[in-house]
């Protein structure tokens, strides 16, 4: 810190920014720094029996968690997870944000019904798609004249919760579309017409460069969120479920242990192995960023 | 017609169609969940003939059944509360802090600042253990504070709330100044009334990130006496997940009080999702 002193206007911001700060920065401290430490910390003991405290044990729990089939295969089940949530979740949104940017009747009947998934609580969301999926009693089923087992088959059950998540994402994806298909100027697209563009070449040519960050923002927060994701798993594929193993996210796997079977150390050590995992992708999008998105 | 005029009234038509296809697709489950609630299980999962209408009369007394027998009242009640000491110090603490980053000039600003941006960078999935052990150690699992207790404070809010306070207008202060108000009175009485927008976005986001939240409600709060919506539905299906009709009212009920708040505040929640574009 300089010595130079300050100038009573300079005090004065100085103590008020300080007194604002104060309260959201000791919340960071307590309720989000420390906890990463200790989570990394607790990732390297063995978690006490009642009462007892943590055993530090090394590389142990992470030596189980990589050397563990488990721990991979939820990895892989959270990878094509995403493969199916991200690309499809966007490319429709992007389809329905675009058409409605037309001139339409009932346009806001339409955004509407399109954002409601995401007032829903997943858990309710997830509720009434395993009852759809049902095997016996379900609509699809029975409507369709099928009997698939739709999410206790370990082949189909990974595609089946993605649809769940593409269904559920859309409204959100196509609402951030919106708004950056609004930021494009109407000037770039009246020239186009005059000189006779068609519409998909002008989606091609003006929508898709200049949407791009638009489009980069979703692509990194939906990847993320894929990469995360729990409560739909949770809610439709049961502990019994034969399917699970080849389904369960890297979250799912996470709260087992660290929450139902109280193992906290080795679910400390999973969700390490996870935001390590993030870390990367980030990473890489990050890369990426630079040469694929378009900005004016 | 000519052709012009021909390709625009075509183009229009597939607009419509694929319009109303992905309205449907987007309908059937909350209509199939509403038709299966008014049934009786009987009906629900009864084959050969499959009915898509309740067959029986339209059972409206399931609603009824479950708000009883699963204690909605309270469930609603915790929710409500979660969801308004959330929205409460989400909005009191980041506008604070968002002013201060946005408007000040302290020593350490930037050091703090990118603590905040970082907070944002990592998995939340990481804070949770140490969360649930500190809920614990204080005595407040199966609480309304143990519920609130990791939303006490939000980089995101923060964020947000520092960009929305960096684009009001430099003279802002100097008038406020010039009038003699001190630094918390021009924040109270001038700057902050000028980003409501903002703080309705993160309202918003803040009421709606709690409202569907899972994992926390059930780590944190595992009787269905203290426990959230969310995690109430989780505990139901665990235990009665076979009776159909009592399951689709359920989750009916969990739901319907956010959807009417959304259809109200519309426009709200529309552009409090787009502005803020938090991650949900």
Redesign the interface.
């Known amino acids: 810190?300089g010595k130079k002193k300050m100038t009573p206007s300079?005090k004065?911001?100085?103590i008020?920014?300080?007194?604002?700060?104060t309260?959201?920065?000791?919340?960071?401290i307590i309720?989000?720094?420390?906890?990463?430490v200790?989570?990394?910390y607790?990732a390297f003991c063995k978690t006490g029996d009642f009462g007892k405290g943590n055993v530090f044990v090394g590389f142990k729990n992470f030596q189980s968690v990589l050397t563990s089939g488990e721990t991979w295969q939820s990895l892989w089940n959270t990878v094509k997870y995403a493969i199916i949530e991200v690309p499809l979740g966007i490319v429709?949104a992007l389809?329905?944000a675009v058409?409605?940017q037309?001139k339409?009747a009932g346009k806001?009947i339409?955004?509407?019904?399109?954002?409601?998934?995401?007032?829903?609580?997943?858990?309710?969301?997830a509720?009434?798609?395993k009852?759809?999926y049902n095997q016996?009693?379900g609509?699809l089923n029975?409507l369709l004249n099928t009997d698939i087992a739709w999410i206790s088959d370990p082949d189909i059950a990974w595609i089946s919760v993605g649809i769940i998540g593409v269904?559920s994402i859309?409204?959100?994806n196509m609402?951030?579309f919106?708004?950056g298909l609004q930021e494009i100027p109407k000037d770039y697209y009246e020239a186009a017409e005059i000189d006779g563009a068609s519409?998909l070449n002008q989606f091609f040519n003006i929508t898709v460069p200049l949407l791009s960050p638009t489009t980069f923002?979703i692509v990194q927060?939906r990847i993320?969120?894929a990469l995360?994701v729990?409560?739909l798993m949770?809610?439709v594929m049961d502990k019994t479920n034969l399917a699970l193993n080849k389904t369960q996210s890297i979250?799912y796997l996470?709260?087992t242990y660290?929450?139902t079977n109280s193992n906290?150390g080795y679910?400390?050590a999973i969700?390490?192995v996870?935001?390590v995992f993030?870390m990367i992708v980030?990473f890489i999008l990050q890369k990426l960023e630079k040469k694929l998105v378009f900005y004016n | 017609m000519d052709s012009m005029s021909k390709r625009y009234a075509v183009?229009?038509f597939f607009?419509?169609i694929?319009?109303i296809v992905?309205?449907v697709?987007?309908?059937?489950?909350?209509v199939?969940?509403i038709l299966?609630a008014l049934k009786t299980n009987q009906e629900?999962?009864?084959?050969n003939p499959?009915y898509i209408l309740p067959h029986n009369g339209w059972h409206w007394s399931n609603f009824a059944t479950v708000w009883k027998s699963y204690n909605f009242i309270t469930l609603y009640k915790n929710t409500i509360l979660f969801i308004l000491f959330r929205v409460i110090c989400a909005c009191?603490?980041?506008t604070?802090?968002g002013?201060?980053?946005g408007r000040?000039?302290?020593?350490?600003?930037k050091l703090?600042f990118s603590?905040?941006l970082i907070?944002m960078?990592?998995?939340s999935?990481?804070?949770?253990?140490?969360?649930?052990l500190?809920v614990s150690k204080l005595h407040l699992l199966n609480t309304t504070a143990g519920l609130v207790?990791?939303g006490?404070?939000?980089?995101f809010g923060?964020y947000l709330l520092k960009t929305s306070y960096q684009g009001l207008p430099k003279d802002l202060e100097e008038a406020a100044a010039i009038d003699g108000c001190?630094?918390?009175q021009t924040?109270l009485f001038i700057m902050l009334p000028l980003t409501r927008s903002a703080m309705i976005s993160l309202g918003i986001f803040t009421a709606?990130f709690a409202?569907?939240d899972?994992?926390w409600p059930?780590?944190v709060c595992s009787s269905a006496e203290t426990t959230s919506?969310?995690?109430g539905?989780?505990k139901m299906?665990g235990q009665y997940g076979n009776d159909?009709p009592a399951?689709?009212a359920?989750?009916v009920l969990?739901?319907v009080p956010?959807?009417v708040?959304?259809?109200i505040f519309?426009k709200q929640?529309?552009e409090g999702?787009?502005?803020s574009?938090g991650?949900?």
Do not use: H
């Open positions: 810190m300079q004065r911001q100085a008020w920014g300080w007194l604002f700060i309260p959201t920065m000791l919340g960071l309720l989000n720094f420390y906890p990463a200790n989570t990394v607790q429709i389809v329905l058409l409605l037309k339409l806001t339409f955004r509407t019904l399109f954002f409601l998934p995401m007032v829903c609580a997943p858990a309710a969301v509720m009434v798609w009852w759809l016996q009693f609509l029975n269904w859309i409204g959100y609402v951030l919106i708004a519409g923002f927060t993320i969120g995360t729990f409560d949770f809610m979250v996470f709260y660290a929450f906290r679910g400390a969700v390490v996870l935001v993030i980030t | 183009n229009k607009t419509y694929v319009l992905m309205a697709i987007m309908l059937v489950p909350f199939w969940m299966t629900a999962i009864s084959v499959f009191l603490t980041a604070m802090a002013y201060a980053f000040l000039e302290f020593p350490g600003k703090m603590l905040v907070q960078m990592i998995p999935q990481i804070f949770i253990i140490p969360q649930y500190m207790f990791p006490l404070v939000t980089a923060t001190n630094i918390g924040f709606l409202f569907k899972l994992m059930m780590i919506l969310s995690a539905l989780a299906q159909y399951m689709m359920s989750a969990a739901i956010m959807i708040i959304y259809i519309q929640f529309v999702i787009a502005t574009g991650k949900l």
